[in-house]
């Protein structure tokens, strides 16, 4: 018999303020009672869209040439907008029900309705974030290296002293209690995020203005 997969209810009984009775609907209570705005939400979305992977599409589609370029980039929004799309109708169709879900693996338990699917999206969960977060800190302590390297070439610190800075700093970043805590962090993400693009943008006309001048 599988087990019934957890959610967080939106009935009177189990809201967000009789769940801080609850040790177990603490985290779910927190976010629930989250104070930030649709703004915020545009600055976490961004954060965590526009990453190193995206940020790295230029290079790595400059070898396919305009019409293939544009052609797997619009290909993989289609994909990308169908699963949001997707992802909203099910999550609506959940509540609708009396059960909001804030983690995949709850959403996941519910519709499959098998207890091991719980388990299994933790572990899938798990060991993405632990591959994306040790590829963050060492590519965060190279592009640090790199800067550093470049204003003081005979400097004495080597790549694991960056790698070891940017370690702590998000260990510390880590103990903040949620991302609205991080609001003013991300915002100050999307604005190098929109100078990044701004600057590609420029060195891109600025290159073929220069290859037509010869």
């Given at each position: 018999?599988?087990?019934?997969?957890?959610?967080?209810?939106?009935?009177?009984?189990?809201?967000?303020?009789?769940?801080?009775?609850n040790?177990a609907?603490?985290?779910?209570?927190?976010v629930l009672?989250s104070?930030?705005?649709?703004y915020h939400?545009?600055?976490?979305?961004?954060?965590a869209i526009?990453?190193?992977?995206?940020?790295?599409?230029?290079y790595?589609?400059?070898?396919?040439g305009?019409?293939?370029?544009l052609?797997?980039?619009?290909v993989?929004?289609?994909?990308?907008?169908?699963n949001y799309?997707?992802?909203?109708?099910v999550?609506?169709?959940?509540?609708?029900?009396?059960r909001r879900h804030?983690?995949?693996?709850?959403?996941?338990a519910?519709i499959l309705?098998?207890?091991?699917?719980?388990?299994?999206?933790?572990?899938?969960q798990?060991?993405?974030?632990?591959?994306?977060?040790?590829?963050?800190?060492?590519?965060?302590?190279d592009?640090?290296e790199?800067?550093?390297t470049?204003l003081y070439p005979?400097?004495p610190?080597?790549?694991?002293?960056?790698?070891?800075i940017?370690?702590?700093v998000?260990?510390?970043l880590?103990q903040?209690?949620?991302?609205h805590?991080?609001?003013?962090?991300?915002?100050a993400?999307l604005?190098?995020?929109?100078?990044?693009?701004l600057?590609v943008?420029?060195?891109c006309?600025r290159?073929v203005?220069?290859?037509?001048?010869?």
């Amino acid at each position: 018999m599988s087990e019934k997969p957890p959610y967080v209810s939106l009935h009177v009984e189990e809201s967000p303020s009789n769940a801080k009775s609850n040790p177990a609907d603490a985290g779910a209570a927190f976010v629930l009672e989250s104070k930030g705005t649709w703004y915020h939400a545009g600055f976490h979305l961004t954060t965590a869209i526009v990453g190193p992977t995206v940020l790295a599409l230029p290079y790595a589609l400059r070898g396919m040439g305009w019409g293939p370029g544009l052609l797997s980039l619009t290909v993989a929004f289609l994909i990308t907008y169908y699963n949001y799309m997707l992802m909203s109708k099910v999550l609506d169709h959940c509540e609708s029900k009396g059960r909001r879900h804030i983690r995949f693996r709850e959403l996941a338990a519910d519709i499959l309705g098998s207890g091991w699917m719980y388990y299994f999206v933790v572990t899938v969960q798990a060991t993405i974030n632990t591959g994306v977060s040790i590829g963050s800190i060492l590519l965060a302590g190279d592009c640090l290296e790199i800067m550093y390297t470049d204003l003081y070439p005979d400097g004495p610190l080597k790549l694991y002293h960056f790698i070891i800075i940017v370690t702590v700093v998000l260990i510390l970043l880590s103990q903040l209690p949620s991302f609205h805590s991080l609001r003013y962090i991300n915002l100050a993400s999307l604005v190098l995020c929109l100078a990044y693009t701004l600057l590609v943008v420029i060195g891109c006309i600025r290159a073929v203005t220069t290859s037509s001048e010869f």
